[in-house]
């Protein structure tokens, strides 16, 4: 029995932020961090208060997890960035919104006692004999504290305090990883109420030492067990009243926090069988079939959510093509009129788009990645639409005009059509790289669609229904919006985002094959006519040689093609370079991830060497901003031939690079038996750790090291029992509600159906035998539950009384 714990969040937008330039307004961008950990990086708006970011992301964490917490900053171009504002939102305050937290919050100020991180190592005991006894508190060191220094570090020192006296440690000089291994004894005062406080602070030379956390305990407690020693983490000084709440702008967010108990495989063996049997066996006639009975009750909200995580159980059991098949068959039964054939918001329709981003996303990248990144590159000034025409000088100095609407709209009619023309080039040409089983289930649309409708009463249905979700559903999306579908690192501006709004809208078209409607609603795309018609030639030409593929081919293995999870540019630190560790000394190189090694070029196109094979990594961590002087540089610890550890270091661009990169490595090395647990997050420089200042380079680190923190990707593995888990919850939730459906159906249908709760379960139904078993799921969570709460109570009930 494992616990999974992700975190969804969506950053909608903000509203009356405080003005942070000279000119009245501010650039808002946001940046979530998880436990004091940055984890996100939003796209900077310009020049507003009121910034709309729409931004969603979903990250898995480690059972320790405390807090979420949203930074509003603005951004500067020559000093460092302004801070807006905060809101954190802690488990506990999640815990109590289980569908989610959603709504306003407003902005508070930093206070530096409340920015405290990290935790520290401790010893509390009582020693001697009832006439003189003693309390002694050992402290051993500190990870993780936060940075309140200008050269990325602190100066820590403890003060501890008991029955109105106080003892402080050494200072250790320039380290957020100290050692300090100091004991400090009081006498012990049975009768004082006073509670034993822990606080560490950086000393500061000039100014006022800066608080960095503290722990308290309750002496009573520990006079029961006597002795007590553990990683404890610090807490942030009493809060403050807020005089400036809600004064500094708000924060529109939606965030929930899913803790799932996750079984071994065996217990949802009988769910996966009968949801794999309902799928193989198709649609039967005067039965209710169990996808029918999932589709009535699902609700609009969380639709989504269901159909990616049955697209994701059914590829793992090879049967995603006939899950489709069946839901393509389910929706045309019901639907007589073909303009609307796959446009509503249907479990059939989320769970093709689902599929398609899962099974398609390197498709998608070698089709669209040219296109995009050259409208990126170019920068043209492109607009069809005169209402929003800008009128603008063109010529050299001495020699300016003002062009006029019409050689705006030439130009930019120019410009779309060169887009558009490569872009129907490279989806032409894309049929071989297409995977299989993207086609054979395009076939098997392609197949049912013509059946119900064919194409001498309905033209074009066919191909239609192909590119509403190819066109409509896939390209279009990522076209419009690039760094969601990580085309793109950064958000498009304006003039860049409009271009590719146009160009979205005529991949549309040409996805509707130019119906009368569509052509009829944006009468200013008419420019573009010729190159729309030439493109639906070659769409319907594209389509015919997509669906052409024969069973054995769709079967056949790859052609020794390894899975490429993730690549891109990094610097990687040139090891053997003399003098100080410096960000000029890193080179830039092309590094691609993929299921067998980390490997690297110097272009894209030149040849690989291998680099890392993928087995002997042994953590992928980030690097102290001192260390490098830069902030988004991460380690991968790894054992070479002779199984020594050595480590490399890269450099990312920014954040949120970071992050990718790092989740990557974390979840394709997730199954490697050696990981590490702690790490060193400086580097060994002189005869020292620049962290905590250790000489003993192969010893243990001074980290923990943090598996578990990744985001979550559509191309991310499948995890069988985890998605099995998911929809056990959903249909557990919806359970009553698919009782009630079925029973109504079946009145439909005039039979008399006992619904049973035991007996033989080859005599049940399909629903009734869902229903036994998502009981019999139940009643083996419960039983799990209790045995780990009992476990939990009886290991922590001694620290629960200590600290408070």
């Known amino acids: 029995m494992a ?20 000119t009245g307004s501010s650039d808002p961008y946001c940046i979530v961090k998880i436990d004091n950990e940055d984890i996100i990086r939003t796209a900077t708006v310009w020049k507003t208060l009121s910034p709309f970011w729409g ?51 407003n902005l508070t100020e930093i206070d530096p006692d409340e920015e405290v991180q990290g935790e520290i190592h401790l010893q509390i005991q009582i020693l001697g004999s009832a006439a003189a006894r003693k309390l002694c508190c050992r402290v051993f060191e500190a990870r993780d504290l936060a940075r309140k220094d200008r050269n990325g570090a602190s100066d820590p020192f403890v003060r501890v305090r008991y029955n109105s006296k106080t003892q402080e440690s050494s200072v250790v000089k320039k380290s957020c990883y100290p050692r300090w291994n100091e004991t400090f004894e009081f006498d012990l005062d049975e009768s004082a109420t006073e509670k034993l406080c822990i606080e560490v602070w950086d000393w500061d030379l000039v100014s006022r030492n800066d608080f960095l956390g503290k722990v308290v305990f309750n002496i009573q407690g520990l006079q029961t067990v006597q002795q007590e020693e553990g990683w404890f983490r610090l807490r942030p000084d009493k809060s403050k009243p807020r005089a400036d709440e809600g004064n500094l702008g708000s924060l529109q967010l939606q965030v929930r926090l899913r803790d799932e108990t996750v079984l071994p495989s065996n217990y949802y063996q009988p769910l996966v069988q009968l949801l794999c049997q309902e799928v193989q066996a198709g649609p039967k006639d005067g039965k209710i079939h169990l996808i029918t009975l999932i589709d009535e009750t699902t609700t609009a909200e969380c639709r989504q959510e269901v159909a990616i995580n049955l697209v994701k159980l059914f590829l793992g059991q090879g049967l995603a093509k006939e899950f489709l098949d069946l839901l393509f068959k389910l929706e045309l039964d019901k639907t007589d009129e073909p303009n609307t054939l796959f446009r509503s918001n249907s479990l059939a329709s989320k769970s093709m788009e689902s599929f398609l981003k899962v099974a398609g996303m390197q498709y998608l990248h070698s089709v669209l990645g040219p296109t995009v990144n050259r409208v990126f590159d170019e920068k043209k000034y492109v607009e069809l639409d005169p209402c929003k025409v800008e009128i603008k000088d063109v010529g050299c100095s001495g020699l300016h005009r003002i062009q006029t609407e019409s050689e705006v709209i030439q130009q930019s009619t120019q410009h779309l059509q060169s887009y558009l023309t490569d872009l129907l080039i490279a989806i032409a040409k894309s049929v071989k790289t297409c995977p299989a089983i993207i086609r054979a289930t395009f076939r098997q649309l392609f197949k049912r669609v013509e059946e119900h409708f064919p194409e001498n009463k309905h033209k074009n249905v066919k191909f239609i229904a192909v590119t509403s979700f190819l066109c409509l559903r896939f390209f279009s999306p990522a076209i419009m919006s690039p760094k969601l579908f990580h085309l793109w690192e950064k958000h498009a501006d304006a003039r860049t985002s409009r ?17 009368v409607a569509s052509r009829a609603k944006e009468g200013w795309m008419t420019p573009l006519q010729p190159t729309i018609q030439q493109g639906i030639s070659q769409m319907k030409e594209f389509i015919t040689k997509l669906i052409d593929i024969e069973e054995k081919e769709e079967v056949a293995p790859p ?7 993730k690549e891109g540019p990094l610097f990687i630190h040139k090891t053997k370079s003399k003098g100080p560790l410096l960000a000029s000394s890193f080179k830039k190189l092309y590094f691609s991830l993929t299921s067998e090694a980390l490997s690297f070029a110097k272009t894209p196109n030149s040849k690989k060497s291998s680099f890392i094979t993928l087995s002997h990594i042994r953590a992928a961590e980030k690097v102290e901003e001192k260390s490098f002087g830069n902030s988004h540089v991460m380690q991968i610890i790894y054992a070479d031939e002779a199984g020594r550890s050595e480590t490399v270091y890269l450099q990312c661009k920014c954040v949120n690079e970071l992050n990718q990169w790092l989740s990557a490595l974390r979840k394709v090395c997730i199954n490697n038996a050696e990981m590490l647990c702690s790490y060193h997050p400086g580097v060994f420089k002189g005869d020292k750790w620049s962290c905590c200042h250790q000489k003993d380079k192969t010893g243990l680190g001074c980290d923990k090291t943090r598996h578990g923190v990744t985001l979550k990707e559509w191309n991310d593995p499948l995890d069988p029992d985890l998605e099995s888990q998911l929809i056990f919850r959903q249909l557990f939730g919806v359970k009553e509600l698919m009782r009630e459906k079925y029973l109504e159906l079946l009145t ?15 005599n049940m139904d399909s629903p009734t035998r869902l229903f036994q078993v998502l009981q019999d799921l139940e009643a083996a969570h419960q039983t799990a539950l209790f045995s780990s709460d009992a476990l939990a109570k009886r290991d922590k009930n001694c620290l629960l009384e200590l600290q408070t």
């Not at 937008?13 to 405080?18: A, D, P, T």
């Open 3 to 22: 616990t999974r714990s992700s975190l969804s969040i969506r950053i909608v937008e903000g509203k009356n932020l405080s003005a942070k330039d000279i």
């Open 55 to 105: 931004e969603e992301y979903e990250v898995h964490l480690p059972p320790t997890f405390h807090s979420v917490s949203f930074y509003v900053m603005d951004e500067d171009a020559l000093s460092r960035d302004d801070v807006i504002g905060k809101v954190s939102i802690t488990r506990d305050v999640l815990t109590e919104h289980p569908k989610g937290y959603s709504g306003w919050l």
């Open 499 to 515: 271009t590719l709004l146009l160009l979205a809208k005529a991949i549309q078209t040409v996805g509707n094959m130019d119906t």
């Open 559 to 565: 052609k020794a093609q390894t899975l490429i999870v």
């Open 748 to 762: 439909e249908k005039n039979e008399n159906v006992l619904l049973s709760q035991s007996g033989d379960s080859e």
